[in-house]
């Protein structure tokens, strides 16, 4: 009996002095640690807005964004899809450094001057969010999704965010409510998010974002100055055209289009 007991003890204590599993890496953490100049992260994103009795449209987006000590300081996505009509196909270029935001396009080019291939049309306060209600780039909104989560496994967090707790987390209004899942990959670090929100027909608008390649190297520069028009140069009518699909986009708010 006496070696049962001891055979019994000494099997607890190897339990017991084994190594604890090491805890999930805080995402806000994570994130924060990946602010470092010269450094970004890889996005692969598609949008998609059903409305009722109409075809679906889509946009898809690829590209990078640089980050800074406090965050991010300069992007640089293309946007390739349909919208507004399905039959319209677009394809323009979107860098944004520091404040200031360019766009380029085929598209566009018969509006621009001869040898301008840039227009610079000022500030764009969603050019670092792509196109979801919420920037996960800023550690405030990262950390709302995950205190508002309902269910989390550690690696998928999963939540509903009503208009008002959207509007305060972001600052925007995304229809009557927002469903959310983020996945958080072994290091920490947002690896996928997707949100979707009714829309104003009664349809759906889904977005769904895949995060890669997070701090490597990436300098993102303006256009040459010598191939950039600002907004104000250009015509008032096709300027008038342009900025109000970049409304419809999501790329400029509503209260730009009023300063112009």
Do not use: C
Request: charged share 20%; no cysteine.
């Amino acid at each position: 009996m006496k070696r049962v007991l001891a055979a019994a003890v000494a099997a607890t204590a190897l339990v017991t002095a084994a190594p604890a599993q090491a805890a999930t890496p805080d995402p806000v953490k994570a994130l924060k640690s990946q602010f470092v100049p010269g450094h970004g992260v890889k996005i692969s994103e598609l949008g998609r807005t059903v409305a009722k009795g109409k075809k679906p449209t889509a946009l898809r987006v690829t590209g990078t964004f640089e980050f800074g000590a406090s965050g991010v300081v300069a992007s640089d996505v293309t946007i390739r899809g349909s919208f507004l009509k399905s039959s319209e196909k677009i394809v323009f270029r979107a860098v944004t450094v520091g404040k200031q935001s360019y766009i380029q396009s085929k598209d566009y080019e018969k509006t621009l001057p001869e040898g301008k291939t840039w227009l610079n049309i000022g500030e764009a306060s969603r050019a670092e969010s792509t196109f979801h209600p919420f920037n996960i780039f800023q550690p405030a909104q990262l950390k709302g999704l995950l205190s508002h989560a309902k269910s989390n496994t550690g690696s998928l967090y999963r939540g509903t965010l009503t208009a008002k707790q959207t509007n305060k987390l972001s600052g925007l209004y995304f229809g009557p409510s927002v469903d959310y899942r983020l996945s958080i990959g072994s290091s920490g670090l947002p690896s996928r998010l997707f949100t979707g929100a009714k829309n104003s027909s009664g349809g759906l608008d889904t977005v769904d974002t895949r995060y890669s390649d997070w701090g490597h190297k990436v300098t993102i520069k303006a256009p040459p100055e010598e191939l950039v028009i600002s907004s104000e140069e250009l015509d008032q009518q096709a300027l008038d055209e342009l900025l109000q699909e970049l409304r419809e986009l999501q790329i400029l708010p509503n209260e730009a289009l009023a300063s112009r």
